[in-house]
Antibody, heavy 115, light 110 residues
Framework: QVQLQESGPGLVKPSETLSLTCTIS????????WSWLRQPPGKGLEWIAY???????NYNPSLKSRVTISIDTSRNQFSLRLNSVTAADTAVYYC?????????WGPGTLVTASS | QSALTQPASVSGSPGQSITISCTGT?????????VSWYQQHPGKAPKLMIF???NRPSGVSNRFSGSKSGNTASLTISGLQAEDEADYYC??????????FGTGTKVTVL
């Protein structure tokens, strides 16, 4: 059974860069899409980006200018970078397997943008 | 890319059936059979309940079913149980390899 786990700082200062990593265990990253999503406190879900195992990417148009997703299949990890964060980027960030529908999710990690 | 529209809340008594709607446009829900549904309990990650409009992943109760008509997708929960009380979100492909979620629906079991 594939398991995912997010890791990274829980607090980021406004205007700085949010960096998160998702580590996969119990399976291979090959021939799959891997996604980042987020959920502000008390609000709905938002898809951020996905990456294919070969490095092909796609981004939510509303975040595209600030987001980079990358993958390291040798370490069974993929990562998210979000630049120039503001309070509006405060959310629980989830990594998930898939693109469009997500059968496996990490537990999520709360990232707060605050000074 | 606007969020899909869901009712804020739906409620029902144990044993009843309820339906949650998810309304989009002819550019997302109406254009593709790539609608999925998620159940989320407080403090937990979402759980996939339906994919590709009406397909149930292994392990999901057959009390959950999905359908689509025009620009509106629907999730029906039959034989409502206390454990079904949660938030539910729809998601759809929205062209150019992008995806959009619904606004979310809180299901209350009376």
């Amino acid at each position: 059974q594939v398991q995912l786990q997010e890791s990274g700082p829980g607090l980021v200062k406004p205007s700085e860069t949010l960096s998160l990593t998702c580590t996969i265990s119990g399976g291979s990253m090959t021939n799959d899409h891997w996604s980042w999503l987020r959920q502000p406190p008390g609000k709905g879900l938002e898809w951020i980006a996905y990456i294919y195992h070969n490095g092909n990417t796609n981004y939510n148009p509303s975040l595209k200018s600030r987001v980079t997703i990358s993958i390291d299949t040798s370490r069974n990890q993929f990562s998210l970078r979000l630049n120039s964060v503001t309070a509006a980027d405060t959310a629980v960030y989830y990594c998930a397997r898939g693109a469009g529908w997500y059968a496996h999710w990490g537990p999520g990690t709360l990232v707060t943008a605050s000074s | 890319q606007s969020a899909l529209t869901q009712p804020a809340s739906v409620s029902g008594s144990p044993g009843q059936s309820i339906t949650i709607s998810c309304t989009g446009t002819s550019s997302d829900v109406g254009a593709y059979d790539y609608v999925s549904w998620y159940q989320q309990h407080p403090g937990k990650a979402p759980k996939l309940m339906i994919f590709d409009v009406s397909n149930r992943p292994s392990g999901v109760s057959n009390r959950f079913s999905g359908s689509k008509s025009g620009n509106t997708a629907s999730l029906t929960i039959s034989g409502l149980q206390a454990e079904d009380e949660a938030d539910y979100y729809c998601n759809s492909y929205a062209s150019s390899n992008t995806y959009v979620f619904g606004t979310g629906t809180k299901v209350t079991v009376l």
